[in-house]
């Protein structure tokens, strides 16, 4: 079964500096990766996406993501955090395999929070 | 831009009643989803659900819960008799394809007491 590890349950930085959230993945094929972002009492927000296509993917707000299949790894970062970045990010799998429907399975999340 | 919604915000309710949590999936979109976000946990996948009927459901989709579209523009998740551990937000989600993004509606908070 597919599984993901964000490793980190809440990661602080200041403002400015640069954001890594970490996530690694299990899967025995190809997987269809995402990076959600679910600011406080609001739903989740696709930030970017990997289905296979170029290996660096750029998502909404400068964030951007690298699938290192050697290192099972989809690294959330971005160069210069902003206040506003502050939310609980989730890494997710998605099961597009066996006749699964797309069901994603989620990592735990990684709470940012940015300093001034 | 078209989005996911979800009523209502938050329903609260008594141990061992009957809860329906309404959703309306984005128009063109064929694949619908419910996932389940208890406090301070991840969010976890229910059931999906693609041309009139169930396509796969977690284990957490127990004999409590159903699902049903009953008009071509409603997606809903029942729970017949509610226990104190559904307290949760819950979470559609819907998508075009299932090999694309899915998108998610803000979601109705879920208290049992």
């Known amino acids: 079964a597919q599984s993901v590890t964000q490793l980190g349950s809440h990661v602080s930085v200041s403002e400015g500096a640069l954001v890594l959230l970490r996530c690694n993945y299990s899967?025995?094929?190809?997987?269809?990766l995402f990076w959600y972002v679910q600011y406080p009492n609001q739903g989740l927000q696709l930030l970017l996406k990997y289905t296979s296509a170029a290996t660096l993917v750029k998502g909404i707000n400068g964030f951007e993501a690298e699938f290192k299949k050697s290192e099972t790894s989809f690294h959330l970062t971005k160069p210069s955090a902003h206040m506003s970045d502050a939310a609980e990010y989730f890494c997710?799998?998605?099961?597009?395999?066996?006749?699964?429907?797309?069901?994603?399975?989620f990592g735990k999340g990684t709470k940012l929070s940015v300093k001034p | 831009e078209p989005e996911v919604t979800q009523t209502p915000s938050h329903q609260v309710t008594q141990m061992g009643q009957e809860v329906i949590l309404r959703c309306v999936p984005i128009s063109n979109h064929l694949y619908f989803y419910w996932y389940r976000q208890i406090l301070g946990q991840k969010v976890e996948f229910l059931v999906s659900f693609y041309n009139n009927e169930i396509s796969e459901k977690s284990e957490i989709f127990d004999d409590q819960f159903s699902v049903e579209r009953p008009d071509g523009s409603n997606f809903t998740l029942k729970i017949r008799s509610t226990k104190l551990e559904d307290s949760a937000m819950y979470f559609c989600a819907s998508t075009r394809d299932s090999m694309y993004e899915q998108y998610f509606g803000p979601g109705t908070r879920l208290t049992v007491t």
């Open positions: 997710a799998v998605s099961e597009i395999y066996g006749g699964s429907q797309g069901n994603l399975i």
């Open positions: 899967s025995s094929v190809p997987p269809y």
